[in-house]
T-cell receptor, first 111, second 111 residues
Framework: EPEVTQTPSHQVTQMGQEVILRCVPI?????FYWYRQILGQKVEFLVS????????KSEIFDDQFSVERPDGSNFTLKIRSTKLEDSAMYFC?????????FGPGTRLTVT | QQQVKQSPQSLIVQKGGISIINCAYE??????FPWYQQFPGKGPALLIA?????SEKKEGRFTISFNKSAKQFSLHIMDSQPGDSATYFC??????????FGTGTRLLVSP
């Protein structure tokens, strides 16, 4: 069964450093999303991406964040200058319609 | 108006019992209502979903009940098993758009 994959599973970085989180969506899906979940809290939407452009973004997704689909398979989330409050689980999701399928997540720890 | 309210926050059910989790929404533009199951350290897994043109959908031991006029929907887990112990999130979206998640319900099924 096709699944969304994410790398790395855990990333530790120092405050102010740049991080890139990588995702490989399900191959025939056209809609891609990033969500985050702070420990013990609900899942929050960050950004959606369709047809090589951002279709919607949340207030969380400020100028420090960017997304890219550098080739036909990868979808990346970049945080330019990490803050302590960026520590969270980051989930990539993809869909071919209504159903969104989530990856296993990247745990980002900012020290 | 974008919120999805979920209750209870936590739930303890005996093995074989029925687990019931409730959600309410305000935005009438929402037309897709999925439930996700999340185990610790894992990504949300799509469990079952419903559209507002039906009042109930059943898949195995999982049933969604939907009340369009009250803007409420609920998940029923019949014959609950210890393996069902997880956090359950309701969500809502409108047409290929972001999912708005509820706050989650931590279910514990006691043996």
């Amino acid at each position: 069964e096709p699944e969304v994959t994410q790398t790395p599973s855990h990333q530790v970085t120092q405050m102010g450093q740049e991080v890139i989180l990588r995702c490989v969506p399900i191959s025939n899906h056209l809609y891609f999303y990033w969500y985050r979940q702070i420990l013990g809290q609900k899942v929050e939407f960050l950004v959606s991406f369709y047809n090589n452009e951002i279709s919607e973004k949340s207030e969380i997704f400020d100028d420090q964040f960017s997304v890219e689909r550098p080739d036909g398979s990868n979808f990346t989330l970049k945080i330019r200058s990490t803050k302590l409050e960026d520590s969270a689980m980051y989930f990539c999701a993809s869909s071919g319609g209504d159903e969104q399928y989530f990856g296993p997540g990247t745990r980002l720890t900012v020290t | 108006q974008q919120q999805v309210k979920q209750s209870p926050q936590s739930l303890i059910v005996q093995k074989g019992g029925i687990s019931i989790i409730n959600c309410a929404y305000e935005n009438t533009a929402f037309d897709y209502f999925p439930w996700y199951q999340q185990f610790p350290g894992k990504g949300p897994a799509l469990l079952i979903a419903i559209r507002p043109d039906v009042s109930e959908k059943k898949e195995g031991r999982f049933t969604i009940s939907f009340n369009k006029s009250a803007k409420q929907f609920s998940l029923h887990i019949m014959d609950s098993q210890p393996g069902d112990s997880a956090t359950y999130f309701c969500a809502a979206s409108g047409g290929f758009q972001k999912l708005v998640f509820g706050t989650g319900t931590r279910l514990l099924v006691s043996p």
